[in-house]
């Protein structure tokens, strides 16, 4: 069992005991440390907009989660099945004082979270996380009297109004996307992207979809990530013929994966990557060129498609909330991270995978031309994902700061973790923030040498921490 309490939230498995993993306890405790900090902040809503994925734990979660709430005398509006980008429109949207999403996003299903927005539908701030848990340890909760109780009710509205402002967008061209009857696919592991992406995809005029484990019932029918070695499904109905696009999404739904017309991956990297372009490229003509941004684990092509536009491309550190934060001082037009996470500033500071499908499909409409020969137009790079389990007596600092010392030589980046610099290729070292792993990325011109660069990596910390014994 495990519990995981950091900035971006509460995260846990489901069942055990109290403090070791997510219980109804634990559910009351962190929540009841929002709802203070947030009438601490003396926020002139009382409101609080929750929403949840189709996890099997779900209901359960939302009903703790909103009976603690108004027994802090907040009002909840509940969306009930929702996606985290709608969730994220529908805090300011209500001129609330923040926002929970109930979510492991891509975590197995024994998993379960509680994502916490603030008045802007925007993860809360590091020295905002820091507080809160600093309240949850104190347990300095003051509950309503029972005459200032808070309310409660459900709202169902906002899945559609998410779309509506979707298709508002100026970069949305339902028209091109309609004239070319596309023929879609779309994998839901069985949670609420079965409801939200067909109801986008009819929307923009989709011919034909073709649901595989659209039905949220919290039963993933494989593992959620959307990685390529757990798509076998859509990928096996598409080798069939007849589809343009495959399109998949994590539990949540602010994760895109795509797949093309022959099977092949588009490569969860080159999700924003192809949107970027897009949106680069219908910059209007009296514009200044627009910026990017990416965390330090993306591929560099966001870079270089980038500075094909006379753009800058900024890297940040990884955590949806640092790339906000970095998109906002640097300006930027579009931005995400390299897992199929896309923030459109336009719509807003969030990653989204409803908006990304919408822009994708008119880039590939007004491109004319099949989704794998869009993928040939842009750089190759390939990325080597990789982990190490940790155990208790595993010091992560003191391993990366080993390593570190055994490439001095080499461009260092220590914003988050360790990222080294070779000639064309890089390796980013850091401990995750959601599970107790050290995650090893490593870049290059073909998969052999970003493979053989991690391998080097992880051979080395396995000898650090043998000195170590």
Not at 22 to 47: I, M, Y
Not at 173 to 185: G, L, M, W, Y
Not at 282 to 310: E, F, H
Request: net charge negative.
């Amino acid at each position: 069992m495990a519990l995981i309490k950091s900035i971006s939230g509460i995260r846990g498995t489901i069942g055990g005991r109290s403090g070791e993993a997510l219980t109804p306890l634990d559910a009351v405790k962190f929540t009841a440390a929002f709802g203070q900090w947030l009438r601490q902040r003396n926020a002139q809503s009382k409101t609080v907009v929750i929403g949840r994925d189709g996890r099997l734990s779900g209901d359960m979660i939302s009903r703790l989660v909103s009976a603690t709430l108004q027994g802090m005398g907040l009002d909840v509006i509940d969306l009930g099945l929702s996606t985290t980008p709608t969730v994220e429109l529908a805090v300011p949207g209500e001129g609330a004082a923040g926002g929970i999403i109930l979510t492991a996003s891509h975590n197995p299903i024994q998993w379960n979270a509680l994502k916490l927005l603030n008045e802007e539908g925007e993860f809360i701030s590091a020295d905002d996380g820091a507080d809160l848990l600093a309240l949850a340890e104190a347990e300095a909760f003051d509950f309503a009297e029972v005459r200032k109780l808070g309310s409660y009710r459900q709202d169902a509205t906002w899945l559609q109004k998410h779309i509506d402002q979707i298709l508002a967008l100026p970069l949305v061209d339902r028209n091109a996307i309609a004239a070319r009857n596309f023929r879609v696919v779309v994998d839901a592991v069985n949670s609420t992207g079965g409801l939200a992406v067909p109801m986008l995809l009819e929307a923009l005029g989709v011919e034909q979809i073709t649901k595989l484990h659209c039905e949220p019932t919290g039963q993933f029918a494989h593992n959620p990530e959307p990685l390529p070695e757990n798509l076998r499904d859509i990928i096996k109905e598409i080798e069939k013929g007849g589809s343009d696009l495959g399109i998949v999404v994590d539990p949540d739904v602010d994760r895109l994966a795509l797949i093309c017309e022959d099977g092949s991956p588009f490569g969860e990297e080159y999700t924003l990557v192809a949107v970027a372009d897009y949106v680069l490229r219908n910059r209007p003509q009296d514009a200044q060129p627009g910026n990017t941004v990416s965390n330090l684990s993306s591929t560099v092509a966001l870079r270089d498609v980038t500075k094909k536009y006379g753009g800058q491309h900024f890297a940040s550190a990884v955590g949806e909330v640092n790339v906000v934060e970095m998109m906002k001082d640097r300006q930027a037009v579009i931005g995400g991270e390299g897992n199929g996470g896309i923030i459109y500033p336009d719509l807003h500071y969030g990653r989204d995978a409803l908006v990304g499908i919408a822009l994708f499909l008119s880039h590939l409409a007004r491109f004319g031309k099949s989704a794998s020969m869009l993928r040939r137009t842009y750089p190759n790079y390939y990325i080597s994902k990789n982990k190490i389990e940790l155990t208790p007596d595993i010091n992560v600092d003191a391993v990366l700061e080993r390593i570190q010392a055994r490439y001095a030589r080499n461009p260092i980046n220590t914003i988050d973790g360790v990222k080294i610099e070779f000639d064309k290729e890089w390796v980013h070292l850091r401990k995750s923030n959601t599970e107790p792993i050290i995650r090893i990325y490593s870049e290059s011109d073909t998969l052999a040498t970003a493979e053989h660069l991690a391998g080097k990596i992880i051979a080395d910390i396995k000898e650090v921490l043998a000195e170590k014994r």
